[in-house]
C-alpha cells in the first residue's frame, strides 16, 4: 500500500544514515525537494548514486551528508565544475569523498540489472577505458557461449530510490513525461522508493508517447511537492531556470557564500 506523507515525514521514515540513495531525474524532473530535506534532516554517511550528479549533489556533498559518490558524470550542465563535489575531493572538505566512476552505459545496465533482481549486469564495453583499474567495480568475464570478453558490473540495488514525477493518481500510480531517463529502473530496483509530484489527481489522464507509468505497488511513499524540481524544470509545468545555475557556479566556488546560501535558502537561517 502505498503511503501519502510529507516530505519531512517521508524522509524522516525512508532514509537512514548510511543508506544508499539514487536522485535521479535526467535534465528536468531532479530531485531538488527531496535533496534539501536530506540536507535538513542531516542525513549523514550516505553511498549517492546518480548517473549525471549537478547542482543537488553539490549541495549535499557540501553540507557533509555523503561518503561515496557512484556517478558516471558530474558537473554544472552549461557551466562548469561541481566547486564542492571537488573541494571533497581534493582538500576532503567538509569530509572526505569516495569515487565510484563508471561509464553511462555501464550505469544504465546496472540500474536495469537492478530492476531484474540480478546480481550484476553484462555488456559489451570499458575496452579501452581509463576506467579499468580505478576500482574493483569493473571486470571482465567471458561468456560461455560465444567466448566474448564481456565487462560485468555490480547490480544497482540502492536503498532507497527517490524521484520527482508529474503527477500521482489516489492510489499511487506515478506518471512521468517528457525526457526519461532512468526513473523507472531505480525505482524497480531500490529496496523503498519515494516520489516527489507535482500534483495529485483522480486520474493521470492519457499519457503523452514519450511517458513512463509507475504502478502504486512499486513505490512506497507518495509526496505532494509542487516545484519540487526547481531550478531544473518539470515538462508541462514550468522552465528550467537557467541563470541559477549560471550564479550557481560563483556560490559554490567559496566555502563561506556556499554555507551562507544554504542556510538561508535551504535551511532556513537568515542570519
Not at 531525474?25 to 548514486?49: C, D, M, P, Y
Not at 555523503?66 to 557551466?79: D, E, H, Q, T
Amino acid at each position: 500500500m502505498t503511503a501519502f506523507l510529507s516530505l519531512p515525514e517521508a524522509i524522516a521514515q525512508y532514509v537512514h544514515d548510511g543508506d544508499t540513495v539514487a536522485l535521479e531525474g535526467f535534465t528536468h524532473l531532479i530531485s531538488f525537494a527531496a535533496g534539501h530535506e536530506i540536507i535538513r534532516q542531516k542525513k549523514s554517511n550516505l553511498t549517492l548514486v546518480r548517473m549525471t550528479p549537478d547542482l543537488i549533489y553539490d549541495q549535499l556533498i557540501g553540507m557533509g551528508c555523503a561518503r561515496k559518490l557512484i556517478f558516471s558524470w558530474g558537473g554544472n550542465p552549461g557551466v562548469g565544475s561541481l566547486h564542492q563535489l571537488r573541494d571533497a575531493v581534493e582538500h576532503s572538505w567538509p569530509r572526505p569523498l569516495e569515487l565510484e566512476e563508471h561509464s553511462h552505459a555501464a550505469m544504465a545496465h546496472a540500474y536495469a540489472a537492478g530492476a531484474a533482481g540480478l546480481p550484476c549486469a553484462i555488456f559489451r564495453g570499458y575496452a579501452g577505458s581509463d576506467l579499468v583499474g580505478k576500482h574493483s567495480n569493473i571486470r571482465f568475464i567471458e561468456c560461455p557461449f560465444t567466448g566474448e570478453r564481456l565487462a560485468a558490473v555490480p547490480a544497482i540495488r540502492p536503498d532507497v530510490g527517490i524521484i520527482h514525477a508529474q503527477r500521482a493518481d489516489r492510489k499511487g500510480n506515478i506518471l512521468i513525461e517528457g525526457i526519461v531517463g532512468v526513473q523507472k529502473e531505480v525505482v524497480l530496483a531500490a529496496t523503498l522508493a519515494v516520489v516527489t509530484v507535482e500534483e495529485i489527481t483522480d486520474e493521470l489522464h492519457a499519457p503523452s508517447p514519450n511517458a513512463v507509468v509507475l504502478p502504486y505497488w512499486t513505490v512506497s511513499a507518495v509526496v505532494l511537492a509542487p516545484e519540487g524540481a526547481r531550478p531544473s524544470y518539470a515538462h508541462g509545468y514550468y522552465g528550467r531556470d537557467n541563470a541559477f545555475y549560471t550564479a550557481w557556479d560563483t556560490i559554490a566556488r567559496d566555502r563561506e557564500s556556499f554555507l551562507s546560501w544554504m542556510r538561508e535558502h535551504v535551511l532556513g537561517d537568515r542570519k
